[in-house]
């Protein structure tokens, strides 16, 4: 009898880092409405260099501010402007995927 290839089925993948967003309040329910966006933007134009960068002697333009402690739904820790930093996405983006366990997961 001639040897035959095993047929191996394919195993649907699960996208999780979709599953997750669809389970996450929305943007605007988390904070982060137009007013977010005006207070960022104004503090970006205040701070214009990331913190990380400028503590490691490089210069690089903010382009996130980022709340130093989660706030996790608390709106006062949310607008308390000693609690955002300027980074840049790259430190921002290392930063959220240290504090969440990975990137992409939540």
């Known amino acids: 009898m001639p040897w035959k290839n095993p047929v191996h089925q394919s195993v649907p993948k699960v996208d999780v880092s979709r599953a997750k967003a669809k389970q996450r309040v929305s943007r605007s329910l988390r904070g982060y409405t137009h007013e977010w966006d005006v207070a960022s933007r104004m503090f ?8 990380r ?8 333009p903010s382009q996130v501010t980022d709340h130093i402690i989660p ?11 000693a ?6 996405k790259r430190h921002h983006d290392v930063k959220t995927a240290t504090e969440d366990g990975g990137f992409g997961v939540r």
């Open 44 to 51: 970006l134009q205040e701070n214009p260099l990331c913190v």
């Open 71 to 81: 706030h996790k739904g608390d709106m006062s820790l949310f607008w308390d402007r």
């Open 53 to 60: 960068c400028l503590s490691d002697d490089e210069i690089t």
């Open 83 to 88: 609690n955002w930093q300027a980074l840049c």
